[in-house]
């Protein structure tokens, strides 16, 4: 069911990049607008450090890639943002899938005695080789068989991006036609092509506002500004759409493309992938760089993150000094606020631990 458009009141959506940084200057006991101790771009690096911290503590962002499997190829690059896998499925059908074990080579070595040899479906992962700054991720067996290649035929609903994606799925662009809501992309892209969609998150980087996309035609998306200087598009202001819900697919070349659903939950269903493996990961999240942007974290997280900007700007003063001791205090702070705060849905689920066949 496609998006309505809608207006909803009294939802509180956390702390924006801008009121993040007062917060954090306001704990630094500086003034408004006062960087003179401490830079803004320190200040933004120190809070999207504490956006990766809390990722790492919570496990709270959530992702998915699809790779696509080489005849003959047991490793592959790993979709950049991937902060640490959760499991693998191997599906030998769109209908019929496992879960792959995962082991360390040491492991591999002790109890799978040829292990690099053999071919079939695999059934194991394991991590790889370096691939630059990244771990590639290895199976065994290794595939004997190509994978569908899902870019080319996905499910139904599901759109695969062209071309002007970065690894955080953000679309850039320049609008070339004034208008109070409407932005045309200049490049003239079909814009759906690029993966954007109705309900993803645009913002105007030159005007400072941003908004929701309710519409999108042709090489157009309609979405109504707020929160900047004059919040309509002009001539030349440039835009950039923070994409929402979105898988990753990376082919045994290395290459890495984006998929979109233009409706809520529809990456889920995701099951045309025979001969494939289905990751599910935590990602890195995306980095804070707008005034208008908020964090991926947990709305209810947010107001710890200038915690943590204090004690990562202030760490490395000499111990002992009062710098040093408010570091030590923020940190904890933060800590205690995080793991108080979250909640993980996971581990509130009953589960006696017994098989019910019947659910």
């Known amino acids: ?54 990722v790492v503590m919570t496990k709270c962002l959530r992702g998915f890639a699809i790779i696509i499997l080489k005849d003959g190829y047991s490793q592959y690059k790993p979709p950049s943002q991937l902060l640490e896998i959760d499991k693998a499925y191997f599906y030998q059908s769109a209908t019929s899938y496992y879960e792959i074990a995962q082991k360390s080579i040491t492991w591999l070595n002790r109890f799978k ?8 479906d695999p059934k194991i992962l394991y991590p790889g080789d370096s691939y630059g700054n990244l771990r590639k991720i290895g199976f065994t067996p290794t595939p004997d068989t190509d994978g569908d290649d899902y870019i080319s035929s996905p499910d139904t609903g599901i759109y695969a991006s062209s071309s002007g994606m970065t690894t955080s799925g953000n679309v850039t662009g320049t609008n ?9 992309d200049s490049a003239g892209r079909t814009l759906s092509d690029e993966g954007i969609s109705i309900g993803m998150m645009a913002v105007n980087v030159t005007d400072g506002s941003s908004g929701q996309i309710t ?3 042709g090489s157009t998306f309609t979405c109504t500004l707020a929160d900047g200087t004059a919040n309509t598009w002009a001539v030349g202001d440039s835009f950039t759409v923070l994409a929402g819900e979105y898988g990753v697919v990376v082919d045994w070349e290395n290459d890495e493309k984006y998929i ?34 908020y964090p991926e974290i947990p709305p209810e997280l947010h107001e710890f993150l200038s915690d943590y900007a ?37 581990s509130n689920l009953l589960d006696d631990g017994m098989m019910d066949y019947n659910l």
Request: aromatic fraction near 10%; hydrophobic fraction near 30%; charge should be neutral.
């Open 260 to 293: 979109f659903s233009s409706e809520i939950g529809g990456m889920i269903d995701v099951t045309a992938l025979t001969g494939n493996v289905y990751l599910t990961f935590v990602k890195r999240p995306i980095r804070l760089v707008y005034n208008n942007q």
């Open 310 to 346: 204090v004690y990562s700007l202030k760490r490395t003063s000499p111990r002992g000094s009062t710098d040093y001791e408010e570091a030590m205090a923020a940190f904890a702070t933060f800590e205690k606020g995080i793991n108080e705060r979250y909640v993980d849905q996971d």
């Open 1 to 54: 069911m496609p998006l309505a458009t809608y207006s909803v009141t009294g939802l509180w959506e956390g702390y924006k990049l801008s009121e993040l940084k007062e917060r954090t200057l306001s704990n630094l006991k500086q003034k408004e607008g006062n960087y003179t101790r401490y830079s803004e771009t320190n200040i933004v690096n120190a809070l999207n450090d504490g956006i990766i911290q809390t």
């Open 215 to 217: 519409a999108v035609t």
């Open 113 to 120: 005695s040829g292990w690099r040899t053999q071919n079939g």
């Open 176 to 184: 070339t036609t004034a208008h109070a809501t409407t932005c045309t």
